[in-house]
């Protein structure tokens, strides 16, 4: 049930661009995306509620796709402070209410 | 307060012992998580209230951990019977309403079972 994110590490240049996957094997309500960094909280990136949708800000954009299986997060022109480990997250419902379940973690290392 | 805190913000303690971890959530969030993060890994839910509805209290590890929330507010988590697998970082969450909002999360802490 937990999402699946690929790659699960991924090391890049300054000025490159990754690209990083979360799947499901079922329709998600909803997907966010965090970014947390090393011996710190995670930080809130953004959150995509529609199959097809597709939002960004600065150069850190995502899309879900329309079956609301699979959403992938796009940093372009990396920078040093893009570092850190991202999740993707989303609600299930659960025994009359909700839990919260994070995807596996991709591990980002943008280096100088 | 401007953010989500949380306290102690380290604690050890030796195997067996009872710990009790608090968070305060930022004024006027009606939601409130409890996750665990293992060295290295990644995060576990642990359970969520949402204003004054009954938590689903599944995803506790096991009957050791209890959670509760006073008054809508404040929320803390107690672990009783300590072991060394409980070691990890506790991370509090709170947002404006239901799991679609952003979660603001508190700075965690540090729990080291000896």
């Known amino acids: 049930q937990q999402p699946v994110q690929s790659p699960q590490a991924v090391i890049l240049r300054e000025g490159e661009d990754a690209v990083i996957n979360c799947s499901s094997s079922?329709?998600?309500?909803?997907v966010h995306w965090y970014r947390q960094k090393h011996g710190e909280a995670p930080v809130f990136l953004m959150i995509?509620?529609?199959?097809?949708e597709q939002k960004g800000h600065d150069k850190i954009s995502a899309s879900f796709n329309e079956k609301k299986q699979q959403s992938s997060l796009y940093l372009t022109a990396s920078q040093l402070s893009y570092s850190g480990t991202y999740f993707c997250?989303?609600?299930?419902?659960?025994?009359?209410?909700?839990?919260?379940?994070f995807g596996t973690g991709t591990r980002l290392k943008v280096l100088a | 307060g401007a953010g989500v805190s949380q306290s102690p913000s380290n604690k050890v303690t030796e195997k067996g012992k009872d710990v009790e971890l608090r968070c305060d959530p930022i004024?006027?969030?009606?939601?409130l998580y409890w996750y665990r993060q293992s060295l290295g890994q990644g995060l576990e839910f642990l359970i969520y209230?949402?204003?004054?509805?009954?938590?689903?209290k599944s995803g506790l590890p096991s009957d050791r951990f209890s959670a509760e929330r006073t008054g809508g507010s404040v929320s803390t988590l107690t672990i009783q019977r300590t072991q060394q697998e409980d070691s990890a970082v506790y991370l509090c969450?709170?947002?404006?309403?239901?799991?679609?909002?952003?979660?603001?999360f508190g700075p965690g802490t540090r729990l080291t079972v000896l």
């Open positions: 209230f949402q204003g004054n509805s009954a938590p689903d």
């Open positions: 997250g989303t609600e299930a419902p659960s025994s009359g209410t909700y839990k919260y379940i």
């Open positions: 995509l509620l529609k199959g097809g």
């Open positions: 969450a709170s947002s404006r309403g239901t799991a679609y909002n952003e979660q603001f």
């Open positions: 004024s006027g969030h009606t939601a």
């Open positions: 079922k329709a998600l309500y909803s």
